[in-house]
């Protein structure tokens, strides 16, 4: 199972996550309390083995400071929150190559006023961007009250579960790959998998001592955990 430490702030963190095993490290360029910059990044990118994704986490429409992060950064991948937006993939894939990486990122409603409809819609948004080749893989979070990303909270997995199914078998091979976070640890993560059969998993609060600062055995026990869960 493709797993990734998200929300790094430090390089004694990022490091260790490489040592344990993950396969991408995380650095979030959008406010929040783990925010970092672009050159604070950069240094701990520096310090990490190559075969290591570097990604960073992004939620802005101006395409040139994502492409400003990737430059300064070192980034491999790019995860990007927010609605899609077919001119940002296309702006990234021109101006820094198609060996970048880019996850789009679909929020699932918690508390929708109508569920059925807002599964339908999600599921539609999902089919538009599984559409898009330039995409290299969906990451699926949480969304309440208009946030949505680092919030630690976890969503109806057998619900979405069986829309990433149907949207899955409507693309075959082309479709890209699915990526899993919102609220997981070591304690949930295998049943998460179960319910959504992800390609990855990717977590940040849920291996985290204070926020911000990652705790090594919670670390520790979710990558034992999650790469003890084969991809789907």
Not at 204 to 229: H, I, M, Q, W, Y
Request: glycine residues 10%; proline residues 4%; charged residues 25%.
């Amino acid at each position: 199972m493709w797993t990734k430490i998200c929300a790094n702030t430090n390089v004694d963190d990022a490091r260790l996550a490489a040592k344990l095993g993950a396969d991408a490290v995380g650095f979030v360029f959008a406010p929040s309390k783990r925010q970092v910059t672009p050159d604070e990044a950069a240094e701990m990118v520096a310090r990490l083995p190559a075969g290591v994704e570097k990604v960073g986490v992004f939620a802005t429409d101006d395409p040139y400071k994502v492409q400003h992060g990737v430059d300064v950064a070192g980034l491999t991948a790019v995860q990007l929150h927010g609605a899609y937006r077919a001119e940002m993939v296309q702006h990234l894939v021109e101006e820094c190559g198609d060996g970048l990486k880019i996850i789009q990122t679909m929020a699932y409603e918690l508390d929708p006023v109508d569920r059925q409809d807002h599964d339908a819609r999600f599921e539609g948004a999902l089919r538009l961007v599984f559409g898009d080749k330039r995409v290299w893989a969906v990451l699926l979070d949480a969304k309440k009250a208009g946030a949505s990303g680092g919030l630690g909270l976890s969503f109806d997995w057998e619900r979405v579960g069986k829309i990433v199914r149907r949207t899955r078998m409507a693309f075959g091979d082309d479709a890209p790959k699915v990526i899993l976070a919102g609220g997981l640890r070591a304690e949930n993560v295998a049943e998460a998998i179960a319910a959504v059969e992800p390609w990855g998993v990717d977590v940040a609060s849920g291996v985290e001592a204070e926020p911000g600062k990652k705790d090594p055995a919670r670390l520790k026990a979710f990558l034992e955990t999650s790469k003890g869960n084969g991809a789907a």
